[in-house]
């Protein structure tokens, strides 16, 4: 059975770093796209990063281009979320995703349960 758990989240104050883990079971990870999401209360769920199954290309939404870097172990069966220069509109769950169509895909197939990112002062 696919599953998918995120860990790392936390409170940091603004500036600060946090590193998410996304720890994929069931499957193997590098066949899929992994996509990391988050919502803030009262927004809707908005993907900020990507990585692609096919050849490792690696996705950024604009907000989050420059401060957060995607990457993923193969040997772990792991994707992680290193973000940093960490602002308060960050504060969201984070949701990490997959899908074996890729990252262009609509709708990712499986979610994890999220981890709560909190940045203030």
């Known amino acids: 059975q696919l599953q998918l758990v995120e860990s790392g989240g936390g409170w940091v104050q603004p500036g600060g770093s946090l590193r998410l883990s996304c720890a994929a079971s069931?499957?193997?990870?590098?066949?899929?796209?992994i996509g990391w999401f988050r919502q803030a209360p009262g927004k809707e769920r908005e993907g900020i990063s990507c990585i692609s199954n096919s050849d490792g290309s690696t996705y950024y939404e604009h907000s989050v281009r420059g401060r957060f870097t995607i990457s993923r172990d193969n040997a772990k069966n792991t994707v992680y979320l290193q973000m940093n220069s960490l602002k308060p509109e960050d504060t969201a769950m984070y949701f990490c995703?997959?899908?074996?169509?890729?990252?262009?895909?609509?709708?990712?197939?499986?979610w994890g349960q999220g981890t709560q990112v909190t940045v203030s002062s």
């Open positions: 069931g499957f193997t990870l590098d066949s899929y796209a």
């Open positions: 995703a997959a899908d074996p169509g890729g990252c262009s895909t609509r709708y990712f197939r499986s």
